[in-house]
């Protein structure tokens, strides 16, 4: 095979280093860690749906809106009045209609522009509560390619939005009014700049006579690793003269993947606020997922004062409304994202699972299971989603499925003679087994062998030894076997080996009741299928295992030994 020559346009030469990362003299982050949640703040609404193929109805909106009051969200940018009209409809809806809760603050976007921010002040009239979000371009390249401004000139617009909306507020004193600004794309913006701006604009907004305002720091285009982001936080956090009277918001977006961990980072920098949405839609790459950090902070036993139990129901709004799938190895709502296929990876589950029901009282309940952050239950997820069978699976697998969904408590010995029939049937078919799947392959294995069943029988004591009479049915012929042994097994065995000529002996045996509730579909038509036998043995220098169930342990125990013969009898056919 030939190596194809390197294509002269992926030239890494074009690019250049980070060029806006503070110089910090004592940076505190890194020895802080995530104790309590941020404020939230959906941008779904807006930031979401700007980025959408087909921007949501107002229906939609408003669907997702109840989705998002349900979650726990408190501050919802709704959207951009004064961009479009049904944005500005539906914030008139939601006002008018009485749909917006006592707790819940209306937040909007608007840019650094008159006409746009009178318009968007006349949308939320009779609002009880809002928060208006203004904004204008700061970084070095709009600044000097984009708006060909200097710094001067960038701040006066700032300066002059923000004045507006002061005095604009007073025209409408039935609402409370919390003002927001943005130095957009602050990530690209050196950071004594965006601390001379907003400092301006606090001496505009005077949070310092009671008022707190909001700074929200964009990361508009990610551009650097998430602890330089951190870094430019707790630099403006340090360095910001009215900072006490500031609510510190965070906004970024994913453009090299770290928009979580940029804001996780960044919480720990100082800030106080958080801005994101469900999932990630968003520009480009997308915006900050909230869900994530938030089911990140869920795992370490923070409340993340959001709610996503009903994690399904969630996903199945979010997707409509925003007609876009969600990938199933998404971060705790994918389809796959709690499914092991990995045979150790589900040994360890199943272990795990099983160490913390037999010792409940010294885990005292906490969670602490291999490969699994958290709970499945705990979002709404069943257990059916951690353990999927395919030719990658192993044992513990195979085992877990049986026990959960059929009551089988497959001992070791077991569990590996199956597990290697499950992966030749996967293998075989290509395919992932479902739950249905792996039951039928047991049962056509083990418990339906059509090769030797146990016909009448009897068992004595007499004078410590048991004796065996009974028959069984091998084929279309009728065997009478009798033996002497110390128990009803070792008697059964001797019995059948005499009759076979054959040398077997009995190497591990195990048994369990079976409940009603986790049977079968066999053993549902078998209503006195209560009880279930394990059984190896050494049939001519091979080892079989076999399986039986009946209402009685001793009839379970036989059947086992009479469906370990038969696999004993299809190997031979095999073999010849």
Same mark, same amino acid.
């Given at each position: ?79 951009? !009045? ?221 409340? !993340? ?215 079968? !579909? ?55």
């Amino acid at each position: 095979m030939s190596i194809q020559p390197k294509n002269a346009a992926f030239n890494h030469k074009k690019y250049q280093p980070f060029a806006f990362a503070p110089k910090m003299t004592q940076r505190t982050w890194p020895d802080k860690t995530i104790t309590k949640a941020p404020i939230w703040t959906s941008v779904d609404l807006r930031d979401g749906n700007q980025a959408l193929i087909e921007p949501m109805s107002i229906e939609q909106k408003m669907r997702f809106f109840d989705l998002l009051v349900q979650v726990g969200f408190k501050e919802i940018e709704i959207g951009f !009045p004064s961009a479009a009209q049904v944005e500005y409809d539906f914030t008139r809806k939601l006002i008018e209609g009485g749909h917006v809760p006592d707790d819940v603050t209306l937040q909007v976007l608007v840019q650094a522009r008159e006409h746009l921010i009178r318009r968007t002040f006349e949308s939320l009239k009779g609002a009880k509560r809002a928060i208006v979000h203004v904004y204008n371009s700061t970084s070095k390249v709009q600044r000097e390619k984009v708006y060909q401004k200097d710094y001067d000139d960038i701040i006066a617009i700032a300066v002059e939005g923000a004045t507006l909306l002061r005095e604009l507020a007073k025209e409408y004193p039935e609402t409370e009014w919390i003002f927001e600004y943005s130095p957009e794309s602050f990530s690209q913006t050196e950071v004594d700049f965006s601390v001379k701006i907003c400092d301006e604009v606090c001496k505009v907004w005077r949070p310092d006579l009671g008022q707190k305002v909001i700074f929200n720091l964009p990361s508009t285009v990610e551009s650097s690793t998430p602890n330089i982001y951190a870094d430019q936080i707790e630099y403006f956090c340090q360095n910001l003269p009215m900072r006490e009277h500031v609510i510190v918001s965070l906004h970024t977006h994913n453009d090299r993947g770290c928009a979580v961990a940029a804001s996780e980072l960044g919480l720990m920098a100082g800030a106080d606020r958080i801005e994101g949405t469900l999932f990630g839609n968003g520009e480009r790459t997308g915006n900050m997922d909230i869900m994530v950090m938030a089911m990140n902070m869920y795992s370490q036993g923070v409340d !993340p004062q959001l709610d996503f139990s009903n994690m399904s129901e969630i996903a199945q709004v979010v997707s409509e409304c925003n007609q876009l799938p969600i990938h199933p190895r998404h971060p705790y709502v994918g389809e796959l994202v709690f499914t092991a296929f990995s045979g150790s990876h589900q040994d360890a589950i199943k272990k795990s699972l099983d160490y913390n029901e037999q010792n409940a009282e010294a885990t005292q309940g906490l969670w602490d299971v291999a490969y699994l952050p958290i709970d499945p239950a705990h979002i709404g997820r069943g257990y059916q989603d951690v353990v999927r069978i395919n030719s990658q699976s192993g044992k513990g697998g195979v085992a877990y499925i049986l026990q959960r969904d059929f009551g089988f408590h497959l001992p070791r010995w077991t569990q590996i003679d199956f597990s290697r029939v499950i992966q030749q049937e996967a293998e075989s078919r290509q395919t992932e087994l479902t739950s249905d799947d792996v039951i039928s392959v047991f049962e056509n294995t083990y418990l339906n062998q059509s090769t030797l069943a146990l016909q009448d029988y009897e068992i004595k004591n007499t004078a410590g030894s048991v004796s065996f009479t009974g028959s069984v049915r091998t084929g279309d012929d009728i065997i009478d076997v009798v033996g002497n042994g110390n128990g009803p097994l070792s008697a059964f065995i001797n019995a059948i080996s005499a009759k076979l000529n054959k040398n077997i002996h009995v190497i591990n045996y195990a048994e369990h009741a079976l409940t009603v509730e986790s049977q079968s !579909p066999l053993t549902q038509n078998n209503s006195d299928a209560n009880a279930v036998a394990y059984l190896q043995l050494n049939i001519e220098g091979e080892i079989y295992s076999g399986i039986g169930t009946c209402s009685s342990t001793v009839s379970a125990m036989l059947k086992a030994a009479l469906s370990a013969l038969a696999q004993a009898q299809i190997a031979d056919t095999e073999h010849h």
